[in-house]
């Protein structure tokens, strides 16, 4: 039987092991961390097990809905309809409904006319590759006026991408209106966000059962240090050793990706608070000046027994991957975000604090500049026998678990489909 390797155990690992045994392959997933995972895996704060970085599903989220159904998992789905704000001018806003919109003070009647036209253009647009090819700001600009792209696409853009957002196409804009809409479009009056009790520490608990169920050998803490052709074969150096496969499929972010493209990375906290900051489960800042770039309370959408009875918060900052905030230790980190929450909610008091944890990632999505498909790698390396499977292969998409596992099962057949050097009775 054929042995393929699988290395990085993420979502993106776990579903091509997942389809690559179900395919009739032998199957070794390699994940370096502790856990499987990734930047879906789960951790401990203050006594609460939850993710790592915020999580949703969206209703919309067929593939990924269609994988938590082969576990068992989309029928316990909490779907909740959550609130959007936005922290403009000092103040807190709501942008949860037509009338919110309509409502919002920081922009004039006219700006608002022109953004919703704007949505609308996105959220209409098929022809995403013309759109690759200009400039964000300048796309933004041509439909919102320069007023409305300063006051809110600029600070938006700037807290996800910072400085990047200059070299970056307005796919990147169409990308996260069309995730926004997909719901709509499909005829679901509302987008409802979701997630699954006990979050994706119990959706990776059962990913891994099912894994290791169809025989998958999953090992982790074993860490990939090197990739070598080896007469049509792959052979993989570990930090606990070495084998040689027939296949491998690397998923591990930022590796053989062409070196025109860049990652953004994340600073991510993590609190635990007493008490909820806002009803909002998403706040954007449009405000300059703050250390962190969004304000996401999970107690917004999930049930505060998982969190002891409390409120979880997470605070994103996304930098480049070779950003001084990667060097800065946690207590800096903590000391500046606190004075920033502060500085925002009145009512916020330090002693509600009873946790707090900080999570880096230096890779976490590929800036999508102009052109960006065209610059994207083929799966199949150089290397007989060994492929490249992730992020920077999501073209026309953002960066989420829907997205993930769409990419996984798109490539798939292309693996599969490769013949093998030699015969593999031979090989065993
Ligand atoms: C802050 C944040 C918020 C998000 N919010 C959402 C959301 O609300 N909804 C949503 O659907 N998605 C969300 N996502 C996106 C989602 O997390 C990703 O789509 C998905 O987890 C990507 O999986 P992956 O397997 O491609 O990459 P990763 O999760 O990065 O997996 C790569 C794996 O490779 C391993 N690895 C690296 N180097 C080696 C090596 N040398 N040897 C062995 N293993 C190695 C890593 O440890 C890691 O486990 C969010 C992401 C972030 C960061």
């Known amino acids: 039987m054929e042995r393929w390797a699988v ?186 966000f979701g997630y699954v009790p006990g979050g994706y520490a119990r959706i990776l608990d059962c990913f ?33 050793g070495g084998e040689e496969f027939d296949r491998a499929v690397s998923t591990v972010p930022g590796l053989g990706t062409p070196s025109n493209v860049t990652y953004q990375g994340i600073v991510c906290a993590s609190l635990l608070l007493r008490e909820p900051l806002t009803p909002y489960y998403v706040t954007n800042i449009t405000d300059p000046g703050l250390p962190f770039t969004g304000v996401i309370d999970m107690s917004a959408l999930v049930d505060r027994a998982h969190f002891g009875g409390n409120a979880l918060v997470y605070l994103p900052k996304y930098v480049a991957p070779d950003d001084p905030l990667f060097g800065e230790p946690d207590t800096g980190i903590e000391a500046s975000f606190l004075d920033g929450l502060a500085a925002m909610y009145p009512k916020f008091r330090r002693e509600d604090v009873l946790a707090f944890r900080v999570s880096r990632v230096r890779h976490v999505f590929p800036v999508p500049v102009p052109g960006y498909s065209c610059l994207v790698q083929p799966f199949a390396t150089a290397t007989p026998g060994l492929f490249c499977v992730n992020s920077s292969h999501i073209v026309n998409g953002t960066l989420n678990v829907n997205e993930t596992v769409t990419l996984a099962e798109r490539a798939l057949p292309g693996l599969l489909s490769v013949p093998t050097a030699a015969p593999l009775e031979a090989t065993v």
Do not use: C
Not at 18 to 26: E, I, M, P
Not at 52 to 68: A, I, P
Not at 69 to 89: A, C, H, K, P
């Open 208 to 240: 891994t059962a099912r894994l290791r169920s169809l025989g998958v050998d999953m090992q982790t803490g074993v860490k990939v240090l090197g990739l070598q052709g080896s007469g049509g074969r792959v052979r993989i150096t570990t930090s606990t």
């Open 7 to 192: 290395i990085g155990g993420g979502m993106l690992g776990m579903t091509l092991a997942l389809r690559l045994v179900q395919a009739g392959r032998r199957v070794t997933l390699i994940e370096s961390a502790a856990g499987p995972g990734g930047l879906a895996a789960a951790w401990r704060i203050g006594g609460v097990t939850w993710d790592k970085h915020y999580h949703v599903t969206l209703l919309s989220d067929s593939r990924l809905r269609s994988l938590l159904g082969e576990l068992g998992l989309d029928d316990e789905i909490v779907w909740t309809q959550t609130r959007t704000g936005f922290y403009s001018g000092g103040q807190h806003h709501s942008m949860s409904s037509s009338l919110d919109f309509l409502l919002f003070p920081p922009l004039g009647l006219v700006d608002k006319f022109r953004l919703g036209l704007t949505i609308f253009a996105a959220s209409r647009t098929r022809d995403w590759q013309r759109l690759e090819n200009i400039l964000v700001e300048d796309w933004l600009v041509s439909w919102s006026g320069r007023r409305t792209f300063e006051k809110m696409w600029k600070p938006l853009l700037i807290s996800k991408l910072g400085d990047g957002y200059r070299r970056t196409s307005a796919a990147f804009i169409w990308a996260t209106i069309q995730r926004l809409y997909a719901a709509r479009r499909s005829g679901m009056k509302r987008e409802m």
